[in-house]
């Protein structure tokens, strides 16, 4: 194969690989503040770097990266796509590959956004169960923190976004595109970003009614938006948070695919119990 990266190839490529590995990484990110000593593009760096790295390990192609979803930011450079919008795009993406012959999907976040993790995960459930056509394909979300145990270690130290972890990825990738003065927002603001993650946005309402829409915004005191302790990052822990992920992620992954291969031949599936609780009294 002469590329990982799909849009590399000729149809005769992807045809003939085809006849011996239907697994796709499908990575995704976007345009997002990342506070002012680190680009824009972080997410995006951490989604194709992390992709690259795990096709080498499994012999298999790369989709072209998404670069647009839902960051709920509001500082200059972010873009933001609404998560009904990304994850329809995701779910036709899958659906046209699908029909090529691909398999098995592997969805790979360069972004964390938790609003739009949560909306794709759930849309792509429901559309494997509105397409019964996609019943033998495995489609896998794959967190680059789920898979480095120091990665998520620091999210119990308070460090979140734009901070330790992903100063530390790029300075091990790129170190070029980051700028040494590192700016924190005022001491109460980082403290607060630091303590809750999610502590930007400003949500409001007319009444105290659980039944009411929120209203959200990006709270006005949050100017540079780090959540974390970005001058603790050195290349040493990017290259360790890359290497526990790559291990790992391809470990799982290829187990994955073999329980899927063996679904598939034996039509045997594992069938979860029904739902603990009943939905329409949690919303």
Known sequence: MKSHEMRHLTVAEVRQYLTENQTIIIPYALSEQHGFHLPLDVDLRNAEYSARGLAERLGCLIAPTLNYTFSGGMLPGTINVKPNTFSNMVGEIIESLSLQGFRNFIILPGHGG????????????????????????????????????????????????????????????????????????????????????????????????????????????????????PEKASAELGAKIESEFLENASAAIREAVRQAEQARETGERIVHDGVTELKILSL
């Open 114 to 229: 938790s609003e739009s993790m949560f909306h794709l995960k759930e849309s792509l459930r429901i559309l494997k169960w509105l397409n019964p056509a996609l019943r033998d394909d495995l489609i896998l979300m794959l967190p680059l923190w789920d898979f480095s145990p120091t990665w998520t270690a620091l999210f119990e130290q308070r460090d979140y976004h734009a901070a330790q972890a992903e100063t530390s990825l790029l300075l091990h990738w790129c170190p070029e595109v980051i700028r040494r003065d590192i700016v924190m927002d005022e001491p109460e603001v980082a403290e607060r970003l630091r303590s809750n993650p999610d502590s930007y946005q400003q949500l409001e309402s007319f009444t105290e009614l659980k039944q009411e829409i929120i209203q959200t915004s990006q709270r006005e005191d949050v100017k540079v938006g780090v959540m974390g302790y």
